[in-house]
């Protein structure tokens, strides 16, 4: 990784470059983890769908599902991965969210997926989050079985 406030050409565009600005490598461990995110399984609970990140068991899922007012409250809070720390720790802190459309894509990709092969009845949503005052960006998945 480059050092931190140097130029750097993308790899992609060649004609565009960036300041790398973070201060500290991302460690297998951190790449692992994010790169769960994009192959969690998703389960249903109670017809709706959830994206399993933590690798929970189906009953302690149904336990954090019942902490919220409603399955659909819970989709919109437990199914969102952010991923802004994640582009930041990869390209530096120089990107729009329109330069992250690639790698949210991914996700859409990966999560459309899974729930064709495994729940092909399923009606899913994937929406962008997106909210600037905070600089969160990432994904979120809403379903249920059909």
């Known amino acids: 990784m480059p050092s931190a406030g140097k130029l750097v050409r993308s790899a992609y565009d060649p004609q565009r470059t960036f300041k790398y600005s973070s201060?500290?490598?991302?460690?297998?461990?951190?790449?692992?983890?994010?790169?769960?995110?994009?192959?969690?399984?998703?389960?249903?609970?109670?017809?709706?769908?959830?994206?399993?990140?933590?690798?929970?068991?189906?009953?302690?899922?149904?336990?954090?599902?019942?902490?919220?007012?409603?399955?659909?409250?819970?989709?919109?809070?437990?199914?969102?991965?952010l991923l802004d720390d994640f582009i930041s720790q990869i390209c530096g802190d120089d990107w729009t969210d329109a330069d992250a459309n690639q790698v949210l894509e991914v996700f859409v990709l990966a999560w459309g997926y899974q729930v064709q092969a495994k729940y092909p009845k399923a009606v899913v949503q994937t929406e962008i989050v997106s909210d600037p005052e905070y600089g969160d960006l990432g994904v979120r998945l809403v379903g249920v079985i059909g």
């Open 23 to 81: 201060t500290e490598d991302m460690t297998p461990y951190q790449l692992g983890y994010w790169l769960k995110s994009i192959v969690a399984d998703i389960v249903p609970v109670g017809g709706h769908l959830f994206v399993n990140r933590d690798g929970l068991v189906i009953d302690e899922l149904a336990d954090r599902v019942a902490t919220y007012e409603s399955p659909q409250e819970a989709q919109r809070w437990m199914n969102i991965v």
